[in-house]
Every structure is written in C-alpha cells, then in structure tokens.
C-alpha cells in the first residue's frame, strides 16, 4: 500500500510539474469525452486465501450531459487478480477474471477546480472464478464458483494535462481501493 501512495504521489508531483498552471479551462470531464483508464487495487470481494497479484483493471467511460450540466459516465471494466493458499505440500491457486458495467454521477458543476473530476457511481459485473491444486491431491477438496459482484463507489481524478490524469477510487467493486492512471481521447 506504500508503494501505491508513493507512486502516485510521484506521478501527481511530475504532473503538477509539468502544468502550466495558469491555464484555464482544464476540465475534469465533458459531454462527449471517452476515458480509458487503468490501475491496481488492494482486496476483492470473494476472494480466498492471500492475495498474491492484487486487482488489475482496465475498464472504458464515455459522459454524456443531460440538461446540459449534469455528466454522467457509463462504461464498461474488466480485471484479474488472483490468491494462493498453501497447505503443507500442496499449493490452491485461485484466479479472479472480473467483467463488468459501470455507471457515475460527476460533480463538475458544484467543484470548479480545473483539471479535477469528483464522482460516486455503481457497478455490476460477475467475478469467474478458476482454480487449480499443485502439489499432492487434496481429497474431497472443492472451492466456491464464479459470482456476482457489484457495489458503489467514489472517486476522484486529477488531470494534469488536458488528456492525461491519475485516479484513485474507494468503495465496494472490484478493488475496495484502486488507483492508477486515465486517459482522454
């Protein structure tokens, strides 16, 4: 988790660095815009045993307006992640393959700040889950299967280029913490 803060305060300070500061009209997000983006997480809902790749996603937004002030994304995401448990010699390894729909209210219009985009949104997806026994045969043993996932979110992405932003995000999804890296085209 220190890692993940520091790389993205790293990549906030160079952004930072980089923006001339004195430009205005950077907006968060727009009617219109496609944000691609991709990040790392920390937790799973559903996951067994220890994490040992933490969720990886890569998901897609497109906003559009209604009334003319009110942005609103939806999209799509996909992740992997997967968990170990080892017992005496014999190794479970569980992947995660997690698709899902999303969709975001943005707060643009009630937070003025150039470059940054507040959201709160829900998603709904389902997780397959896969496994697979190493080592000596485990008898009788079975794990769960593939499930549902959903939950609510929040959000927060800076854009320090007109194109180019970090984004962290916390709630109950696929990650209940996930930061990483967005793109406007």
């Not at 660095?17 to 691609?36: E, F, Q």
């Not at 799973?44 to 890569?58: F, K, Q, T």
């Not at 507040?118 to 389902?126: H, N, S, W």
């Not at 397959?128 to 979110?153: E, L, M, N, Q, R």
Request: glycine share 18%; hydrophobic share 45%.
């Amino acid at each position: 988790m220190k890692k993940l803060i520091f790389i993205l305060t790293f990549l906030l300070s160079i952004g930072l660095a980089t923006k001339d500061l004195s430009a205005k009209g950077n907006k968060g997000i727009d009617d219109g815009d496609l944000v691609i983006y991709t990040g790392v997480g920390y937790g799973l809902m559903g996951m067994y045993a220890d994490m040992v790749i933490p969720p990886l996603s890569v998901g897609i937004d497109y906003c559009v307006k209604f009334g003319g002030k009110h942005p609103v994304t939806f999209g799509g995401m996909f992740g992997f992640a997967q968990s170990e448990y080892v017992s005496f010699s014999t190794t479970y390894t569980y992947n995660y393959y997690i698709a899902g729909f999303r969709g975001a209210y943005h707060f643009t219009e009630m937070v003025k700040v150039d470059g940054l985009d507040l959201y709160a949104g829900m998603m709904i997806g389902y997780n397959i889950v896969d496994w697979a026994i190493s080592g000596a045969s485990a008898w009788g043993y079975t794990a769960g299967g593939s499930y549902v996932i959903w939950g609510v979110y929040g959000g927060v992405r800076y854009y320090f280029t007109d194109n180019i932003g970090v984004y962290a995000e916390g709630g109950y999804g696929v990650g209940f913490v996930n930061a990483g890296l967005a793109f406007k085209l």
